[in-house]
């Protein structure tokens, strides 16, 4: 235990604590006891302040136990023999079992064969005054003393062995006298938590009371008791670190010859955390709330006005980027235990909802309390048990709110109202447009949800439901909201008892479809003239130029026609001059060659009138694309 007493802890959700030690002490050594984790962040931030005109010398610590040269290896199975061996060239006097004492200087161990015990083992010690050596059974040895500087390597290695052994020591080095001393450091802490509840009075009306308790939860992770204590709780993530300055780091250096050159030592700099900003902001209600009072019959139960005029206990301070609590009595907490600290007694009005949630997979509406953050507390995130009508109504997490925001809490269903969703989407086309040669439909995309509620229960009820907005659908058809945000809107829907409401949303935006003016069809045309989605003028441009595309479409064939045909021809002419290769100008093989040069002149007459269609059609597929380009000129670009 430190010898100067805690006066001041403020804890952080990210893991780390600023202890802060405040008293009066009389010598020339004070020691600080720290555990072996924390020696990090002690020495990146300890600081040492004196009132008076004593000072402070300095500040000396423990070394690690693995930089010491005196450390001893000791195994876990056999230790009597891992210490002898590792004792040798040490003095040593042995208790044996029937001999007298025999001391020496330790050689080393005989191992026996692998079918023998290691009991079996042979010690051999040095007698130097004799100059003679002995051997004994390890099994005879019955105790063992050292006899020069082996016992503090022996001590070491118990220390650095043991893991039990987790305490590390600082000693501020003082001058003569008395001193009023404070000492500040940084040291590892569990995360504190922090927990709600909330009381629901006149739960029938239409604007209940709510009571908004919050507590602090965190642990004494000391070797010491913690009395009467300032404690502050911090919301918020400060940086913070870990940066190893309590092993020593031993740099590689040059081997220089005829010179020793000693390493430069390393250089700690220690530096005072930030010193606690002076409390303000409005103050903080907090009690203690007794179990009873949530159970007990209504006329012992205390009323929302003696629950609410407990004087404040703890206030807030705003700290830049983050909030403080401060309680504002000390706390005593005993080693090894946990405590509560209060935080929040906030009354105020609140509203009392059955909230559906859209497109959440919720079959019920959920029930919720809500109200305004005016505590002049940011709240900090955490679980929050709800007692309605003095019992118990079910749970939640607060989610972190900022001074003046709305706080939403969900913390049961209500089985006895069921929502069924039922969604559906349409397309209409509104509008046509032309563009160069593209016809643009404009059309209209709608989703509409009926949400339809089934009240089970003997009384009216009303249900809000909140339907999330899909951007960029707007709504249109349906009854104004009650409330709106960027994501949500949100009605309310009477349901009578024991019967139905339904509620219809509808939304729609609008999207552009592109048709290239060669895939429309006559019919098409004819529909968009009768649904008066065209005007008669551009129908007949339309139809000019589906026209012109059905000519090039079919010279475009017919080019493909002529050169299938061309190609056949071509076929039957090398077939024929292959013939006429083997066959003799006389007798039959004269005549039938004859035959074949009449068939090879007409294919080329054949190939001759192909080629002048080819020209007449390309002639008229380039009238086509002029005429084709008059009339899309005319058209939007």
Not at 116 to 122: K, T, W
Not at 180 to 185: H, Q, R
Not at 278 to 299: D, H, L, T, V, Y
Not at 381 to 392: D, F, L, N, Q, V
Request: aromatic share 6%; hydrophobic share 40%; proline share 5%.
């Amino acid at each position: 235990m430190t010898e100067l007493p805690l006066r001041r802890l403020i804890l952080y959700k990210h893991g780390v604590g600023y202890f802060e030690r405040r008293g009066q002490f009389e010598g020339t050594k004070l020691a600080l006891a720290f555990s072996r984790e924390a020696m990090d962040d002690v020495l990146k931030s300890l600081v040492v302040l004196e009132k008076g005109e004593g000072h402070v010398k300095g500040i000396d610590y423990e070394r690690p136990e693995s930089w010491s040269n005196r450390r001893i290896e000791l195994g876990a199975g056999r230790p009597l023999r891992d210490l002898l061996t590792e004792l040798r060239g040490r003095r040593i006097r042995l208790a044996l079992r029937d001999e007298a004492a025999a001391e020496g200087l330790i050689v080393g161990i005989d191992e026996p064969p692998p079918e023998e015990p290691i009991s079996q083992a042979l010690v051999t010690i040095y007698r130097s005054d004799v100059r003679q050596i002995t051997l004994h059974r390890l099994n005879d040895i019955r105790g063992v003393q050292l006899l020069d500087a082996a016992a503090d390597e022996v001590l070491w290695s118990l220390r650095a062995n043991s893991d039990k052994q987790d305490s590390r020591t600082a000693t501020i080095q003082l001058d003569e006298g008395k001193h009023d001393l404070l000492v500040a450091y940084l040291a590892p802490a569990p995360s504190w938590r922090v927990s709600y509840r909330i009381i629901v009075d006149n739960i029938e009306t239409e604007v209940p009371d709510v009571l908004l308790q919050g507590w602090g939860l965190f642990d004494n992770v000391l070797d010491e008791d913690l009395e009467d204590v300032r404690i502050s709780l911090v919301a918020g993530r400060p940086v913070s670190f870990r940066y190893p300055l309590y092993e020593p780091q031993q740099p590689e250096r040059p081997l220089i010859e005829d010179t020793i050159r000693p390493a430069a030592p390393p250089a700690y700099t220690l530096a005072a955390p930030a010193p606690a900003a002076a409390p303000r902001g409005k103050m903080m209600r907090a009690m203690a709330m007794q179990e009873e009072s949530f159970g007990g019959a209504a006329a012992d139960a205390f009323s929302m006005d003696e629950m609410a005029a407990i004087a404040p206990v703890a206030e807030g301070a705003s700290q830049g980027a983050l909030f403080r609590y401060d309680v504002r009595e000390p706390v005593s907490v005993g080693r090894g235990r946990s405590a509560l600290v209060p935080l929040l007694n906030l009354r105020t009005s609140c509203r009392r909802e059955l909230i559906y949630r859209g497109a959440a997979g919720e079959q019920h509406p959920m029930v919720t309390v809500r109200f305004e953050n005016s505590s002049g507390l940011t709240l900090e995130r955490g679980p929050i048990t709800i007692m309605e009508s003095r019992s118990y109504g079910g749970e939640a997490v607060l989610n972190w709110t900022a001074e003046g925001g709305l706080v939403t809490i969900r913390y049961a269903q209500a089985l006895e109202v069921s929502v069924k969703e039922n969604q559906s989407s349409a397309h209409q086309t509104r509008r046509l447009r032309l563009g160069r040669d593209v016809l643009i439909h404009e059309v209209e995309e709608s989703l509409t949800t009926i949400y339809t509620a089934t009240n089970t229960a003997g009384e009216a009820r009303v249900i809000k439901i909140e339907h999330p907005l899909r951007h960029p659908y707007e709504l249109f058809d349906t009854v104004q909201p009650a409330e709106t945000n960027s994501q949500l809107a949100s009605w309310l829907l009477p349901i009578p008892a024991r019967g139905e409401a339904a509620l219809r949303v509808r939304e729609r935006r609008l999207i552009e479809r592109r048709e290239h003016i060669r895939s429309i069809n006559f019919d098409q045309l004819r529909r968009y003239l009768h649904d008066r989605m065209l005007d008669q003028n551009t129908v007949s441009e339309l139809r000019e130029v589906l026209t012109l595309y059905a000519r090039l479409d079919s010279i475009a064939q017919r080019f493909n026609e002529i050169e299938a045909a061309r190609q056949k021809i071509y076929n039957q002419q090398t077939q024929i001059r292959g013939n006429l290769d083997v066959l003799k100008n006389e007798g039959g093989e004269g005549e039938l060659r004859t035959r074949y040069i009449t068939t090879l002149a007409e294919t080329e007459d054949q190939l001759n009138a192909l080629r002048e269609e080819e020209t007449t059609l390309r002639s008229e597929e380039a009238a086509c694309h002029v005429k084709l380009e008059e009339h899309l000129s005319r058209f939007p670009g």
